[in-house]
């Protein structure tokens, strides 16, 4: 029984994994003008810009899969 349980939570594990990667991939580059940092440009890197519609869903969601997967680590690491 506890393989098993021991199993579910890797393949969970495995699955949070993957969705985590392809939800960062999504985000928006918040650090579109860093670039311009070392070069002098002059962007509006410092304005404040707030997340709106899908951008702020992806973040959220970000943010909780994140927070499952680092539980989870926690988790398999007790037992």
């Not at 990667?21 to 410092?46: H, M, P, R, T, W």
């Amino acid at each position: 029984m506890h393989s098993e349980w021991g199993d579910f939570m890797k393949t969970v594990l495995l699955i949070i994994c993957i969705l985590l990667i392809g939800i960062v991939l999504l985000q928006s580059n918040k650090a579109e003008g860093a670039s311009q940092i070392i070069s002098g440009g002059n962007s509006d890197l410092f304005s404040q810009r707030k997340e709106r519609g899908a951008e702020l869903f992806i973040s959220r969601l970000t943010f909780a899969l994140g927070a499952v997967f680092f539980i989870i680590c926690v988790v398999m690491n007790v037992m």
